[in-house]
């Protein structure tokens, strides 16, 4: 897929914020939504959206949208990193299939990194339900007193 092109309302991150499907929502505010990754690449592997913006990449979103997706991933990285305690945090975000955008929908990922495990640039497989259920559960606590 290319750089530019129409945004796609029906693309599973549109669908999540009209809760058509579901997230292991750790966070929402007028302009975010903050979840867990289904496919993580590292334990707590969240991901930011813009609920407002229309924008399928870094290229197409405006200003005022930017700004606020950026400083709720701020907001994230220090959460995942008071309750998590990795060695690092990665914010990664792609634009364009060939760089990697799988969903066409602006989004980061704020992934811990803990240093026994090294750098994976890609997830090993779909995480434990269970698990996410758990994390989701201790990181909405962090979230609420944050």
Partial sequence: MSL???????????????????????????????????????????????????????????????????????????????????DGVQIAQFNGAPAGQTVFHIHMHVIPRFAEQGLQAHASGKADPAELEKLQARLVKRFQSA
Avoid: W
Avoid at 53 to 73: F, Q
Avoid at 74 to 83: G, P, Y
């Fill in 4 to 86: 530019y092109g129409d945004y796609d309302s029906q693309n599973i991150f549109a669908k999540i914020i009209r809760g058509e499907m579901p997230c292991y929502k750790l966070y929402e505010d007028d302009d975010v939504l903050v979840f867990l990754d289904l496919f993580p690449q590292s334990f707590g592997h969240t991901l930011v959206i813009p609920k407002r913006a229309e924008a399928r990449n870094l290229l197409e979103i405006d200003a005022d949208n930017l700004t606020k997706l950026t400083l709720a991933v701020q907001k994230v990285a220090r959460v995942l990193a008071d309750e998590l305690q990795p």
